[in-house]
T-cell receptor, first 115, second 113 residues
């Protein structure tokens, strides 16, 4: 595997379900990100992890819970979601969140539909 | 306040035409970074270029070129001799002093054969 991978690519869940999104980066980066992309809206940064510590949480509802067990893996745990949470969830990584190289490399995303 | 504006929501051109995508930014920082990303229909955002605020040299990479003008706070992207494979949504972004990316709304580019 190369780059940034995300699973699953598509997910349909009911509002009472619990599911998790997984992201893995194979680039040796130290920072990882979760973004939400809704139709006709700019990308919304949800969470940032640098060296496995959360450094940013942009007022995301508690029904989204991130986990970063190591610098290569990032999870987004979902529970009791709302239909408006349906969106494309993108994971990204970069060499360093606080300095050095800033460009982020993205995975293909998980298309989430909440019914 | 930091802000990125991509005023063109959608552009449609015929293949082989040149097309320019506009990006205007606002920042109070003297050191900042600007980016362009491409998002094809598959969904994955692809990094195209990073430019820092001290380097106003224009960049050319094949059919792609970027024009950075600090005087007008613009970082425009031109595709020369467009191809159908260039069809995508293109995003401009600004890295602020906390190194968080502030994204424009994106421009959907349609290249017709």
């Amino acid at each position: 595997e190369t780059g940034v991978t995300q699973t699953p690519r598509h997910l349909v869940m009911g509002m009472t379900n619990k599911k998790s999104l997984k992201c893995e980066q194979h680039l040796g980066h130290n920072a990882m990100y979760w973004y939400k992309q809704s139709a006709k809206k700019p990308l919304e940064l949800m969470f940032v992890y640098s060296l496995e510590e959360r450094v940013e949480n942009n007022s995301v509802p508690s029904r989204f819970s991130p986990e970063c067990p190591n610098s290569s893996h990032l999870f987004l745990h979902l529970h009791t979601l709302q239909p408006e949470d349906s969106a494309l969830y993108l994971c990204a990584s970069s060499q360093d969140q606080r300095g050095g190289t800033y460009e982020q490399y993205f995975g293909p995303g998980t298309r989430l539909t909440v019914t | 306040a930091q802000k990125v504006t991509q005023a063109q929501t959608e552009i449609s051109v015929v293949e082989k035409e040149d097309v320019t995508l506009d990006c205007v930014y606002e920042t109070r920082d003297t050191t900042y970074y600007l980016f362009w990303y491409k998002q094809p229909p598959s969904g994955e955002l692809v990094f195209l270029i990073r430019r820092n605020s001290f380097d106003e040299q224009n960049e050319i990479s094949g059919r792609y070129s970027w024009n950075f003008q600090k005087s007008t706070s613009s970082f425009n992207f031109t595709i020369t001799a467009s191809q159908v494979v260039d069809s995508a949504v293109y995003f401009c972004a600004l890295a602020d002093s906390n190194y968080q990316l502030i994204w424009g709304a994106g421009t959907k580019l349609i290249i017709k054969p």
